[in-house]
Every structure is written in C-alpha cells, then in structure tokens.
C-alpha cells in the first residue's frame, strides 16, 4: 500500500469523541473525509463548527451500522477507512445485545463494504483497545510489560454470560471485534491490509458536538467527575492513557505509514495516571478546584503502575509523540468548565 494513492478517507463513528479528532488531523492534512454517523444533525454541527473545509467534509448517515450492506452505497470513492464506530457505554440491559454483537457485526459491516468487487479501499485502521490485549485477572510479575503480542484470554461466553458486568462484555466487545477484523483479512484476502489500534483510557479535549455535560463520553466523563468533586476517587481500571490528539494522530499515520500494514499497535503514553493525580493537576492548576475537588486521599503520590504498556513500539514505528497528562487534564478541564457547563 502506497498513501499516496490516499485523497478521500472514509471515518466511522466521526461524530463521537476519538473519531471527530480523527476527522480533524485529516482534514488538517489535505484529506477529503466522509464521516458516518448516526445522526444528521452532529454531522450539520460538525460540519459548521468547521466552515473552512465545507468542500473536503461531508457525512452520511448509517443509522444501524451492523446491518451487513448499510455502508455499500457510501463508498463511492472512499480510498481508505478509519473504523472508530462501536459501543462504548456502560449503562446496559443487555450486554450481548447492547456491546458485544454490535461492535462484531460492526466491524463485518465495514469490512464487507470495502472489499466488495469496484472498492478502491487499500487500507483499513480498527480502534481496537487495550481491553482487548489486558489480562485483568492476571497479577504481572514486577516489570512486566504488555505488548501489541498479548491478548485478552477471556472467552466469548465468559463476556456475553448474564451475569457479567458491562465492563467486561466490553471488554469482549473490543476482542471479538478485533478478532473478526483479522479473520476475515486471513480468509478472505481482500485488496486493502488493516492495521489495529490498542489505546488504553484516552481522554483530553473535544471537538465533536457535546451540548451538555451528561453527554460527555465515558472515559471523560470519569476524569470530570474528579473535577466536579467526586468523593471517593474513581478506582484505576488500567493505569494506561493516551491524549485524544494524540491518538488521532497514530490513527493517521497507521493509515499513511505502507510499513504499518498488518500490525496491531498499542497506543499509550509512557506516563502512568491515576485520578489521584488527575485531582493533584486541577488543584494546582485552578483556583477554584483547591476546594471542590476531593482531598480524601494522599496527595503528592506519583501514580505507580503495576505493569507496564508499550507505547514507544507505536511512537516510534508511527513517529508520533506522546504529550503530558497534565497538559491533557489541563485543556480537558479549562475547556469543559469554559465552554460545556
Ligand atoms: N475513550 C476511551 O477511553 C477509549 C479507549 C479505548 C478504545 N476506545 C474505542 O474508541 C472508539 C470510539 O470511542 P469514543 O471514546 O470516541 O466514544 P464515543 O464518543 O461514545 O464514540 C463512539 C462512536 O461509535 C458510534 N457508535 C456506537 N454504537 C454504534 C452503533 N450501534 N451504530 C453506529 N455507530 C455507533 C457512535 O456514533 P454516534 O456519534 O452516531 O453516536 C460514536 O461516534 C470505540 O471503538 C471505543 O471502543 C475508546
């Protein structure tokens, strides 16, 4: 695969949290983006917060994505796919339905789409997740480091049983996922390469259409909650994180570098979090957090990670660099209280 071959790049889920960034790093970049999305009226609303690309953005809606043939009619000239699309949200009934089936089907959706006869496709980027490479159940051994090689071992029953929570079904969602993207390149050997991405947390700033605070995205909603005072701290399910822009970029350059075909990369910031440090950052940095935000805890601790998480395999492969947590918390914070409450 060659970028240069790259003029119109089709984004999935581009009205949601990460895949607006990646519409934005694109679009900053020369490239003509089509983005899908569920609903009309956050693709007019990205579409005006950004009049100087009126000519190279355009959205389509595809309101059940797992329907196999919903993304036939809109790749008309589509060169490439960032599939950033699938459910992230913990608030189910039923998880196999809601999670797990959607995020699958998903991804067979697209896929499907790209490779039928005429597809101009070459290259596919997944958002995968680092749910589906950790081993929750597992204590590492001191230094261990995860790896783009490590897989998630939890099984499809485990994640689609009843009685699981929605966390892990999510975390099955985003290894089944992954999974049936690389069967489907093994067995139906289609004319574009894929390359997976693994981030971990990722949080920073947003560009997509969020009118309220309630609609805010998952992983910010709980870095907010530490702004907004809540008492106890949110528990650290993975002490891994990335900047949103930052992942954007790896998106891009995973879709541009022709060595990265065929790899699965782990996007994360060397620097360890946790919301114990998150309230340290907005107590030092806003005068108004010294009293709001929770104190129940003992401040000054750096957070130290049980493991490990490769992110320079990425940095370096992609040539991507990764930035601070407090400059993440910082804009996350200042633009939240300035511009959403
Ligand atoms: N945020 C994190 O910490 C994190 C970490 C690792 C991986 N990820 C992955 O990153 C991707 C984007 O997540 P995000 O944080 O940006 O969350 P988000 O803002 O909730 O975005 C999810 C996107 O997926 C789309 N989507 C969800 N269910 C869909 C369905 N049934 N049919 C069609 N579209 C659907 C949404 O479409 P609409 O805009 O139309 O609602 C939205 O654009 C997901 O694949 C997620 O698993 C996120």
């Known amino acids: 695969m060659s970028a240069q071959g790259i003029s119109r790049v089709l984004v999935t889920g581009s009205t949601g949290f990460i895949g607006a960034h990646v519409v934005d790093n694109l679009l900053a970049r020369g490239y003509s983006v089509r983005g899908s999305t569920r609903s009309a009226k956050k693709g007019e609303q990205m579409k005006a917060a950004r009049p100087q690309y009126k000519s190279k953005l355009e959205f389509v809606v595809i309101e059940d994505f797992t329907k196999i043939g919903v993304f036939d009619s809109v790749m008309d000239g589509i060169d490439a796919v960032i599939h950033v699309a699938s459910p992230f949200f913990y608030d189910t009934t039923n998880n196999e339905q809601e999670l797990i089936i959607p995020a699958i089907n998903g991804v067979k959706s697209i896929l499907s789409a790209s490779a039928k006869p005429g597809s101009k496709v070459q290259r596919m980027v997944l958002t995968s997740s680092f749910a589906s490479v950790v081993d929750v159940n597992s204590t590492p051994p001191p230094g261990f480091t995860y790896t783009a090689s490590d897989w998630n071992p939890l099984t499809y029953e485990a994640a689609a049983d009843p009685k699981s929570t929605s966390v892990e079904a999510y975390r099955g969602s985003k290894k089944y996922a992954e999974l049936a993207a690389w069967d489907f390149i093994k067995d139906e050997k289609p004319q574009f390469d894929l390359v997976t991405l693994c ?27 530490v702004a907004d005072g809540v008492d106890p701290l949110p528990g650290v399910r993975v002490p891994a994180w990335i900047d949103a822009r930052d992942l954007a970029e790896v998106h891009v350059q995973a879709l541009l570098k022709p060595e990265a075909g065929g790899k699965r990369f782990l996007a994360a910031s060397p620097e360890p979090f946790s919301y114990e440090y998150a309230a340290d950052i907005m107590k030092e940095k806003f005068d108004w957090a010294k009293d709001s935000v929770s104190s129940n805890y003992v401040a000054g601790q750096n957070p130290s990670a049980s493991y490990g998480v490769d992110g320079q395999t990425a940095a370096r492969e992609l040539g991507v660099t990764y930035r601070s947590f407090k ?12 511009t959403i409450l």
């Not at 981030?199 to 805010?216: A, E, L, Q, R, T």
């Open 327 to 338: 400059d993440t918390v910082v804009d996350f914070v200042k633009q939240v209280k300035e």
């Open 199 to 225: 981030p971990p947390m990722v949080f920073g700033p947003v560009v997509h259409p969020v009118p309220d605070i309630k609609s805010m995205n998952e992983s910010n909603s709980v870095l907010w909650s």
